[in-house]
């Protein structure tokens, strides 16, 4: 029951902006639009949340569409440690339900 | 904080062996994950416990699958007898219940090969 769908992989140029779509058409009124990105041979790292309204934080943007039917991740100056899979999750914000991964996109930085 | 901390790092046994993982969450995080890496499938959710108690085991793949979390600090996820195809990277990681939202942060993983 996948939840959000991504494109299976990207490249992106060294110092240009990465731009990770992801659509989640089914996603509630009280869920979450989370991502988390995995570099080769590490444990998933937390990027960035955001419920309806755009959020930035040190290390992305989180563009959310007003429908809240698809995000954007925005990565504003790609370097190649930015060559990981990342994950677009979806979640309510109370207890703590578990995090259902996809399969993510891999984004790869080109020199 | 050192993060989460699982050990061993890599492992490598034979089939039919005992294989026992561990953890160390972050201190003061109230959750505890246990997750499983292969190519095929991803990342899966196994289990996970709040304040020590297990809440949902419903991703452990059978018996010869067990997890325990004897108190706040430390978990293990053993597997008896171990199979090849329970080879894999195991995630353990941990989060805060705190105000509204809360993340789950990730140890380093234990790259398991069962022979």
């Known amino acids: 029951d996948a939840k959000t769908t991504q494109p299976t992989s990207m490249d992106c140029a060294e110092g240009r902006a990465a731009n990770l779509p992801c659509n989640h058409s089914?996603?509630?009124?009280?869920?979450?639009v989370y991502w988390y990105r995995q570099i080769h041979s590490q444990g998933p790292q937390y990027i960035i949340h955001?419920?309806?309204n755009n959020e930035t934080n040190e290390m992305a943007s989180l563009i959310i569409t007003e429908d809240r039917k698809s995000s954007t991740l925005i990565l504003p100056h790609a370097t190649l440690r930015d060559t990981a899979v990342y994950y677009c999750?979806?979640?309510?914000?109370?207890?703590?339900?578990?995090?259902?991964f996809g399969t993510g996109t891999r984004l790869t930085i080109i020199p | 904080d050192a993060g989460v901390i699982q050990s061993p790092r890599h492992e490598v046994t034979e089939m039919g062996q005992e294989v026992t993982l561990r953890c160390k969450p972050i201190?003061?995080?109230?959750?505890l994950f246990w997750y499983r890496q292969t190519m095929m499938r991803g990342l899966e959710l196994l289990i996970y416990?709040?304040?020590?108690?297990?809440?949902?085991d419903s991703g452990m793949p059978e018996d010869r699958f067990s997890a325990k979390m004897p108190n706040a600090s430390f978990s293990t996820l053993k597997i008896q007898p171990s199979e090849p195809r329970d080879s894999a990277v195991y995630f353990c990681?941990?989060?805060?219940?705190?105000?509204?939202?809360?993340?789950?942060?990730f140890g380093p993983g234990t790259r398991l090969l069962v022979l």
């Open positions: 990681a941990s989060s805060l219940l705190a105000e509204s939202v809360e993340t789950q942060y």
């Open positions: 089914t996603i509630s009124g009280n869920e979450y």
């Open positions: 955001g419920l309806k």
């Open positions: 999750i979806v979640r309510v914000d109370f207890g703590n339900e578990k995090l259902t």
């Open positions: 201190s003061g995080h109230d959750y």
């Open positions: 416990f709040n304040n020590n108690v297990p809440i949902d």
